[in-house]
């Protein structure tokens, strides 16, 4: 079979100069991606326990420089002296995430220990659960408001990065309703739909932002940790409508917040990933 005339770079498959393919190079990084961060600044927002504490650990076990921030020294020095037993130093800040001030000076703190930032995890949550006046303001502050102000107090930062992103943590409570967590469930789904404005916001300035949404996950003293002895009726209720069969385990979102924060997702933005063991699929 004859070859077929060679085709250069931008050139369309018709050979049709006037309608080029547009070329990728300079854009894409050479070189196959990984899941390495040596040299990247990643921040965590709510970082002392669960999720969290995951997420710090296993940013830093992939080489990233971390900070994580959370309302009480005693988590945090916990998460330091686990960092430390894996190998790995952590910087941490006992801050109040409800108050605009304390998220500003956790920002700076952060950014002159690590020498900037480039990557923002904003994973505190308020738990609020109750239809009442103090549900409701601890969801809105913490789940939403926290995250937001963040994100914002933050551009500066990433704006200077080669390779910035946000990733917010919701949860698939804000895709199905339920009787209760209205607060919860409402603010995680503002948060969703603010994950796509913000990315579509933030793409002229290459910075993607993207969610996370996961399902009923389980770790010692969580929240479902306390519902298996405190609500077996609930735990196993839930149990039952996760097609996997278990719960999830922290480490199961870390790995998804390592891919969505690294070069191989550098093509998706305004994503929100469910990751539940196909819980959402149940209704």
């Avoid at 922290?250 to 969505?260: Q, W």
Wanted: net charge neutral; glycine share 12%; hydrophobic share 45%.
């Amino acid at each position: 079979m004859a070859n077929g005339p060679a085709m250069h770079m931008g050139q369309s498959p018709s050979g049709d100069p006037t309608h080029p393919v547009p070329t990728t190079q300079g854009r894409i990084p050479t070189g196959a991606p990984t899941l390495d961060f040596t040299g990247r600044r990643v921040l965590i927002a709510g970082g002392s326990k669960g999720i969290g504490r995951e997420l710090a650990l296993a940013f830093a076990r992939a080489g990233a420089q971390v900070s994580a921030c959370a309302r009480g020294q005693a988590g945090l020095d916990a998460l330091q002296a686990d960092a430390q037993a894996q190998g790995t130093q952590l910087h941490t800040f006992a801050t109040d995430l409800g108050d605009l001030g304390r998220i500003g000076a956790w920002l700076q703190a952060a950014a002159d220990a690590l020498g900037g930032i480039d990557v923002l995890v904003n994973n505190a949550t308020g738990y609020g659960m109750a239809d009442d006046e103090d549900g409701w303001a601890a969801s809105l502050q913490i789940d939403l408001m926290a995250a937001v102000r963040a994100s914002r107090l933050a551009l500066p930062w990433l704006r200077a990065s080669s390779d910035a992103c946000i990733l917010n943590l919701s949860s698939i409570a804000a895709q199905q309703p339920r009787p209760g967590g209205a607060p919860y469930a409402a603010a995680k789904a503002a948060l969703s739909h603010y994950t796509k404005s913000q990315a579509l916001a933030l793409a002229p300035d290459r910075i993607r932002v993207n969610a996370i949404a996961p399902g009923s996950i389980e770790f010692a003293d969580g929240l479902w940790d306390r519902r298996r002895v405190e609500d077996p009726a609930l735990y196993h209720g839930t149990l039952a409508k996760i097609p996997f069969g278990r719960f999830g385990q922290p480490r199961e979102i870390a790995d998804a917040a390592l891919f969505l924060c690294s070069p191989l997702a550098r093509w998706i933005t305004g994503h929100v990933l469910n990751v539940d063991g196909g819980q959402v699929l149940m209704g």
